[in-house]
């Protein structure tokens, strides 16, 4: 079973972008199961580095944040293609709680993936011959990146913290909001007007009871064809949002796998060596960075 879901129904719901990455993604599938993901526990980590050199602690620190780039752009993606597979079935289900429910949270998926990896391939790039040196071994300058840790940290450990629970602020879950507002960012079309709008139909507000009746000289009737009616206006709607938040999950976790491509530790995903991201603006000054 392909991991993007038929591309000719997604792209009845997100356009042509499904075509684009539904074809991409189904190519580099087979790729992105064949690298495995070794961390050591931070208690560990404090005892052992105690007896290594700044060079040793240099090498398994940036060997970390690599696969931490890495785990994060694979689970983006497939996270984003299963919920894009669930918007499919329920949509030809005529189910409108499960098409909204579907469509809501990809909206919050894209806003996630989007504010954490944007900044990862570029940042990767700018700093290819550091990263590599450490990778060698031979660093003699200990190099960390903080804000890249609480990045990809926050992406794989972000959760609600319970009251008076201690923990780091990247594990912190931040609000819906705040993905909203990233998406909204993006200037895909009215974002917060859609986002409203399927919380109203999967909350029990009054959407969630309206859209099931049919009104006739004053006289309501439960009509189930009225919930196929408001799901296929619903989402002809929603589509540019929703094609705008595969970009905003798909583009950064793309760009991330093909920079780290630079660091040969990970298996090359050669399909990804032949599409062509100029359309993307991040990618040139960061293909320029890793000549």
């Known amino acids: 079973m392909a991991l993007f879901p038929d591309v000719g129904k997604a792209k009845a719901l997100?356009?042509?972008?499904?075509?684009?990455?539904?074809?991409?993604?189904?190519?580099?599938?087979?790729?992105?199961?064949?690298?495995?993901?070794?961390?050591?526990?931070?208690?560990?980590?404090?005892?052992?580095?105690?007896?290594?050199?700044v060079g040793e602690i240099n090498r398994i620190?940036?060997?970390?944040?690599?696969?931490?780039?890495?785990?994060?752009?694979?689970?983006?993606?497939?996270?984003t293609c299963?919920?894009?597979?669930?918007?499919?079935?329920?949509?030809?289900?005529?189910?409108?709680?499960?098409?909204?429910?579907?469509?809501?949270?990809?909206?919050?998926a894209a806003g996630d993936a989007g504010e954490v990896l944007a900044a990862v391939p570029r940042t990767l790039a700018e700093?290819?011959?550091?990263?590599?040196?450490?990778?060698?071994?031979?660093?003699?300058?200990l190099q960390t990146s903080a804000d890249l840790e609480d990045?990809?940290?926050?992406?794989?450990?972000?959760?609600?913290?319970?009251?008076?629970?201690?923990?780091?602020?990247?594990?912190?879950?931040?609000?819906?909001a705040t993905y909203v507002d990233f998406v909204t960012r993006m200037n895909v079309g009215d974002v917060r007007s859609l986002y409203s709008a399927l919380c109203e139909i999967v909350h029990p507000a009054s959407a969630s009871v309206a859209l099931f009746f049919t009104g006739v000289d004053n006289t309501l009737t439960l009509d189930f064809k009225s919930e196929g009616d408001f799901l296929k206006r619903n989402a002809k709607a929603s589509r540019q949002v929703l094609a705008g938040c595969l970009m905003s999950s798909f583009n950064p976790a793309l760009l991330?796998?093909?920079?780290?491509?630079?660091?040969?530790?990970?298996?090359?995903?050669?399909?990804?060596?032949?599409?062509?991201?100029n359309?993307?603006?991040?990618?040139?000054?960061?293909?320029?960075?890793?000549?």
């Open 14 to 53: 997100f356009g042509d972008a499904a075509g684009t990455y539904g074809s991409i993604i189904n190519e580099i599938e087979p790729f992105l199961v064949r690298d495995g993901y070794k961390f050591e526990p931070v208690e560990e980590f404090e005892q052992r580095s105690a007896n290594w050199t």
């Open 61 to 79: 620190y940036w060997v970390e944040m690599l696969q931490r780039a890495h785990m994060a752009s694979v689970a983006a993606i497939v996270r």
């Open 82 to 108: 299963r919920w894009v597979d669930v918007a499919v079935r329920e949509y030809d289900a005529a189910n409108i709680f499960g098409w909204s429910s579907a469509a809501r949270s990809i909206i919050e």
């Open 127 to 141: 700093n290819k011959m550091m990263i590599q040196g450490c990778l060698s071994g031979s660093s003699t300058v």
């Open 151 to 176: 990045l990809l940290i926050h992406f794989s450990h972000a959760r609600r913290i319970a009251k008076g629970e201690i923990a780091p602020d990247s594990h912190r879950a931040k609000s819906s």
């Open 256 to 277: 991330t796998l093909r920079v780290l491509h630079s660091f040969d530790h990970f298996t090359k995903i050669t399909p990804l060596k032949k599409v062509n991201f």
């Open 279 to 291: 359309a993307i603006p991040a990618w040139p000054p960061i293909e320029k960075l890793l000549k």
